[in-house]
C-alpha cells in the first residue's frame, strides 16, 4: 500500500486527539489508583496491632539475645 503525503497527515491529524484522549483516561486512572491506595493504606492504619508486643506469641530468631 502506497502511502503518500495527504494521506499521512490525515492520519496524524486524526491520530493525534486519540492520543490526547488516552493521556486523560490514563491520568484519571492513575489517580483513581492512588486514591485507592490511600484508603487501603488508611484502613491499614486503623487495624494495626498495638506497638506492644504479644507476650505469648515466640520470639522470632532475630529478637534473641547471643
Known sequence: MKVTYKTANVMIVVAIPLFLFGCNTMEGAGTDIKEAGKALERSADKNKPSSSPCHSCPRSPS????
Open 63 to 66: 529478637s534473641r539475645p547471643n
